[in-house]
Structure formats: C-alpha cells, structure tokens
C-alpha cells in the first residue's frame, strides 16, 4: 500500500472551494478510491465569539481556526492520509486547508481558489439570505469581520498555493486541469 495523494483547496468565503471539491468529486469518485475531508463539518457546536476590529460589535466567529475541532479534524486527517487507508485520493476543503501545517504540509497538491471580493461577497448574500439572514445581517457582518480574517488568515495563504484556479469555475477548464493533473500523478 502507498500513501494517498493529498490535495488541499482553500480559498475566501464563498469562493468556489465547495463547487469544485464537488466537481473533483464526481468525476474522479468512479476511478479512485476517494475521501474528502470538507472543514465545514468540524465547526465547534458552540464557536467563540469575535469583536469586530472597527464597530467593536460581537459576532459568533466562523472566520478562525478557533472555530474548528481541529483534534477531531487531525485524526481523521491522519486516518485517511495514512499509508494503510484505503483512500488513493484525499480531498481537503475549506477556508484553512493552506493556513493550518498539519493539513498543508500533508498535502501533495495545494490548490487557491480565487475570486474578487465584490463576487465572493455577492454569493455570500444570496447563500445567507437564502438561509434566513437578511441583507443588512449579511453585509454588516462581511464588512465588521469577514473581509478582516480573510485579508489576515486566507489570502496570505496563496502564497503556499501550488495552483491558483479560478473561482468562477463557469467553463470548467480550471476543473479539467486540476483532474488532469491529479490522474498524471496517482
């Protein structure tokens, strides 16, 4: 048995890191044996809270490694990474998949998913006000903390980035050469 190869996707709120963990995915899912580790399911049940840097208004905090069972996430990492998984292929999505070590130094592949601000806000409205939050709740709250985490915790993280794709992810290309290159090297 052999180590499974390791991709880690980050990126900002609402960049495209899910779509194209999904479309990952379901293309290569048939072939591989494949795991996807998607940071969104290790948020604590009770986050700690954050003060916004400017309003100094309170917010549950979801933008922090804090906010994550990162013991949880650790050993299912190590589990799924290990030489005796079953897994040919990891996936690791999420906003800290270049920030934390442990995650991007275990990872063969490290992929940023970008996209502008002004886009990634845009489909942060729809999603939350999808989910209830009105605009107003929406955009207060990128504007107090999210764009602050992001520009101090998520877009330093490019820099470790082997690909940066773009988010849009509208004609796939950026999908096909990430399959591409994942099959090259499994």
Known sequence: MSKPYVVAIAGGTCSGKSTLTDRLEAILAPKYKLEALRMDRYFKKEPPMTTAPITRKEYVEHNSPDTLE?????????????????????LVE?????????IREGADLKIF????????LAR????????GQTFEEVTERYLDTVRFRHNELIEPTRWH???????????????????SFIEKNL
């Open 94 to 102: 999420g906003l800290f998949a270049l920030y934390l070590d442990k």
């Open 113 to 120: 998913v970008d996209l502008p601000s002004d886009e990634r």
């Open 161 to 179: 980035a082997d690909l940066v794709v773009n988010g849009t992810l509208d004609r796939g290309q950026g999908v096909e050469i990430v399959r």
């Open 124 to 131: 942060r409205i729809v999603r939350f006000m999808a989910w």
């Open 70 to 90: 990162l013991e949880r996430m650790y050993e299912d990492f190590a589990r799924v990474t290990a030489e005796d998984s079953d897994a040919q292929l990891v």
